[in-house]
């Protein structure tokens, strides 16, 4: 079974999100071997955002599972439609990775060198969203990716 990390920086803090990322985090069950670990948002104090965001990706590194596929979701990554992101999947899996993990920066974003260190670089958008909503429709978009990849239907 394929195990999926997903790393974010920064608490889910209104019930609403936490209920909906729930949700697709009970979906993923029987498809994938989850875990969503949160991390602290780092204040940018004297030095300022860099100093923090170099804090954060220490962090990370140390957050990511050893042998995992490095996944950083940032808006200047390669944008794949939900379909073209599942067959991704499969062929990372495919491909000896059978660990992903995907990382979600904070309201600052990802340090520049955690971003050059990544696999992969994924953007959903070159919008940039709240990472409190972004972390549920990375969520939905990997349940998504199992129902498609299993050939299951799945309202649009």
């Known amino acids: 079974m394929i195990r999926i990390c997903v790393i974010a920086v920064g608490k889910l803090k209104e019930r609403f999100w936490e209920q909906a990322a729930a949700e697709y985090e009970k979906r993923m069950k ?21 100093e923090a965001l170099r804090r954060e990706a220490a962090e990370i590194r140390r957050a990511v599972p050893k042998g995992a596929r490095l996944i950083a979701l940032t808006p200047e990554g390669r944008e794949l439609s939900s ?27 990802l340090a520049p060198e955690l971003k050059a260190e990544a696999d992969e670089r994924l953007s959903f958008s070159p919008m940039t969203f709240p990472h409190h909503l972004f972390r549920v429709m990375l969520l939905e978009q990997l349940y998504r990716a199992f129902m498609i990849a ?3 239907t799945y309202n649009k």
Not at 32 to 40: C, H
Not at 83 to 100: D, H, K, N, T, V
């Open 83 to 109: 379909e073209a992101f599942s067959a991704e999947i499969g062929r990372w899996a495919a491909g000896g990775s059978s660990r992903l993990c995907f990382v979600i920066g904070g309201s600052n974003g």
């Open 150 to 152: 299993g050939g299951r």
């Open 30 to 50: 029987p498809l994938a071997e989850l875990s969503v670990i949160e991390l602290a948002e780092l204040p940018a104090g004297p030095a300022g955002p860099a």
